[in-house]
């Protein structure tokens, strides 16, 4: 059974940074398509990174390109997200999936598996 659990969220200041991980239990996240997600109240989700299975393909929402960044950590089965000078508008649940059908990285419905979510809240 596929458990992704995220962690790192918190309330942070405009202008700060955090860094998400989404750690996988059940599979080697090295062979899957992993998407970072957001979903702020009254909302509908949507992807803010995602990186394939090979480290040079990764793709980002345009409002975050520059300021936040998708890695992997091989040996700990893990994925990061790096977001700095965060913004207000940045504030939400965010979650991670994979096991993603097909190429389209911000296709909520082609990952088959998701995490629990980690709020992200960015107030002064």
């Known amino acids: 059974q596929v458990q992704l659990v995220e962690s790192g969220g918190g309330l942070v200041q405009p202008g700060g940074s955090l860094r998400l991980s989404c750690e996988a239990g059940?599979?080697?996240?090295?062979?899957?398509?992993v998407g970072w997600f957001r979903q702020a109240p009254g909302k509908e989700r949507e992807g803010v990174a995602a990186?394939?299975?090979?480290?040079?393909?990764?793709d980002y929402l345009d409002s975050v390109k520059g300021r936040f960044t998708i890695s992997r950590d091989y040996a700990k089965n893990t994925v990061y997200l790096q977001m700095n000078n965060l913004k207000p508008e940045d504030t939400a649940v965010y979650y991670c999936?994979?096991?993603?059908?097909?190429?389209?990285?911000?296709?909520?419905?082609?990952?088959?598996?998701w995490g629990q979510g980690t709020q992200v809240t960015v107030s002064s």
């Open positions: 999936a994979t096991d993603r059908v097909g190429w389209e990285p911000w296709c909520t419905s082609c990952y088959r598996a």
């Open positions: 059940g599979l080697i996240l090295d062979y899957y398509a």
């Open positions: 990186i394939g299975t090979s480290d040079s393909t990764t």
